[in-house]
């Protein structure tokens, strides 16, 4: 299943560095999420689009930023104000504007913090 | 508000005997269900969802909307089972998935 590719698998981060995650869907899908799991937390929502040059503030942005510049394209950049940016993130897509479809998901991103 | 309420973070079954994964939610119109599951090393992926009434590698799960549940059921618990499982929720619209915190379900040989 590689309709969503994520990279690179691990990243590590400098303290005041800001990093960017990537995720690249060949699906056709108009809507994309980014998803950070915890242990114990689940997966909490931190930006999604749905259609290009658009895109919502999840229940966790603060200290993320995104674009939507590409259909395919959806990427997360970690930013320095993100105080605890250690979790597996989590890029996924579906088809929008009908909510029995599900999201696919990608193999996520591990960013650990130097 | 929507939520999803997983109650046990970890159950631990015997090969063979039945499962059942809680899964509870808050949601005021009428919700889509699904179940995701993570094995070890694989990314996380689709069970099924409560519009199909399906059953998938032996699991079912039926949307009770007078207790607002849609547990996860398993006659005969297989090793192969075990894996982390998340009740998810898609409200009306262009809404994003909510997501419980998750089941570690373990099979013990």
């Known amino acids: 299943d590689g309709g969503i590719t994520q990279s690179p698998k691990y990243l590590f981060r400098k303290e005041g560095q800001n990093v960017t995650l990537s995720c690249e869907q060949n699906l056709n899908h108009d809507a994309m999420y980014w998803y950070r799991q915890d242990p114990g937390q689940g997966l909490r929502l931190i930006y999604y689009s749905q259609i290009v040059n658009d895109f919502q503030k999840g229940d966790i942005a603060e200290g993320y930023s995104v674009s939507r510049e590409k259909k395919e394209s959806f990427p997360l950049t970690v930013t320095s104000a993100q105080k605890n940016p250690t979790a597996f993130y989590l890029c996924a897509s579906s088809i929008a504007g009908d909510s029995n479809q599900p999201q696919h998901f990608g193999d996520g991103t591990r960013l650990s913090i130097l | 508000a929507q939520r999803v309420t997983q109650p046990e973070k970890l159950l631990s079954v015997f090969k063979g005997a039945p499962v059942e994964l809680k899964c509870n939610y808050s949601?005021?119109?009428?919700?889509?269900l699904f179940w995701y599951v993570q094995y070890s090393r694989q990314r996380l992926q689709l069970l099924l969802r409560h519009i199909s009434r399906e059953s998938i590698k032996g699991f079912t799960a039926d949307l009770n909307k007078g207790e607002t549940s849609f547990h996860l059921k398993k006659p005969f618990a297989q090793e192969e089972d075990s894996a982390m499982y998340y009740c998810a929720l898609k409200g009306s619209g262009n809404t994003p998935l909510v997501f419980g915190k998750g089941t570690r379900l373990s099979v013990i040989a």
């Open positions: 949601y005021s119109g009428s919700p889509e």
